[in-house]
C-alpha cells in the first residue's frame, strides 16, 4: 500500500496554481483538498479555489466537503 505523504510549507502566489505546480513537482498522482461547499452561486460570484484547480490540474482532482 502507498504511504500518505505529509508535508507543511508556506508558499507565496496563486493558491490554485501554487497547489496544481507543488502536485506536478512532486510527482503527485491525484490531488485531494478540501471544499468549502458554500454553493454554486457563491462560486460564481466569489470564484473558488477548488473550482480553479480541477479547470488547471491535469490529473485527478478529489474534492471532499
Request: overall charge positive; glycine content about 10%; proline content about 2%.
Amino acid at each position: 500500500a502507498a504511504a500518505a505523504v505529509q508535508q507543511q510549507a508556506q508558499y507565496l502566489g496563486e493558491v490554485a496554481e501554487t497547489i496544481v505546480a507543488k502536485a506536478a513537482e512532486l510527482g503527485c498522482e491525484a490531488i485531494a483538498m478540501g471544499c468549502s461547499g458554500k454553493g454554486m452561486l457563491a462560486g460564481l460570484v466569489l470564484g473558488s479555489v477548488a473550482r480553479k484547480v480541477i479547470h488547471l490540474a491535469t490529473l485527478p482532482v478529489t474534492l471532499v466537503k
